[in-house]
């Protein structure tokens, strides 16, 4: 799942992985009802999935750029 093997970015790839150890990290502070850890789990999730925002907005950025490359190159 790293980047080059498929389009997601190693940054996309990294965040979704914090979001899955905050998920993880908030849902065993709900069980064991230690709501610090429960609070720290979703703080970091949250985190991760701003992360991945920011990423998604970059590639997209990114590839409008190369997109208006190309078309004035094309016209060259």
Same mark, same amino acid.
């Given at each position: !799942?790293?980047?080059? &093997?498929?389009?997601? +970015?190693?940054?996309?790839?990294?965040?979704?992985?914090?979001?899955?150890?905050?998920? !993880?990290?908030?849902?065993?502070?709900?069980?064991? &009802?230690?709501?610090?850890?429960?609070? =720290? &789990?979703?703080?970091?999730?949250?985190?991760? $999935? &701003?992360? =991945? !925002?920011? +990423?998604?907005?970059?590639? +997209?950025?990114?590839?409008?750029?190369?997109?208006?490359? $190309?078309? !004035?190159?094309?016209?060259?």
């Amino acid at each position: !799942l790293r980047a080059g &093997g498929n389009n997601m +970015s190693e940054k996309k790839y990294d965040a979704k992985l914090e979001q899955v150890k905050g998920n !993880l990290k908030k849902g065993f502070g709900k069980v064991t &009802g230690d709501k610090e850890l429960e609070t =720290e &789990g979703l703080a970091e999730k949250t985190i991760a $999935k &701003g992360k =991945e !925002l920011v +990423s998604d907005v970059k590639e +997209s950025a990114e590839g409008a750029i190369e997109g208006v490359k $190309k078309a !004035l190159h094309k016209d060259n």
